[in-house]
């Protein structure tokens, strides 16, 4: 299996893979391209909004993402003023590890 970092900027990039990706790029064009080659999309709701992470996320990237038929597991984060209701609000931390085992689940069955 191979994780693949894709960020909006390159310091985010470079925190993914210091967390364990085995590689990463950065920006609209590594994502148009990956997104629709990924198994498995992980990462915050936001991601699937045009002009979200203060105009980071383009809209082709969110196009990219969400025509993917890559499964999507999304953290619902937000620094938007947008607020999902039905979710419960939790600590990072808590939200990785349940991202963790619903990535898990989806891999068993692959």
């Known amino acids: 299996m191979e994780l693949v970092a894709l960020g909006t900027n390159g310091i985010a990039t470079a925190r993914m893979l210091k967390a364990g990706a ?8 590594a994502v148009c391209y990956t997104a629709p ?12 909004w045009a002009n979200a992470m203060l105009g980071e996320v ?3 990237m969110a196009e ?5 038929s890559a499964r ?3 953290l619902p984060l937000s ?10 609000e ?3 931390p ?12 989806v891999i068993d069955h692959v």
């Open 79 to 88: 620094q938007e003023m947008v607020e999902i209701v039905g979710t419960l």
């Open 90 to 92: 939790e600590p990072l």
């Open 64 to 68: 990219a993402i969400m025509s993917s």
């Open 58 to 60: 383009t809209a082709k």
């Open 22 to 29: 085995n590689k990463g790029a950065s920006g609209e064009s």
């Open 72 to 74: 999507k597991i999304l």
């Open 94 to 105: 808590h939200l990785m590890q349940q991202a963790v085992e619903k990535i898990k689940e």
């Open 37 to 48: 080659r990924a198994d498995l999309i992980v990462g915050p709701i936001s991601v699937t």
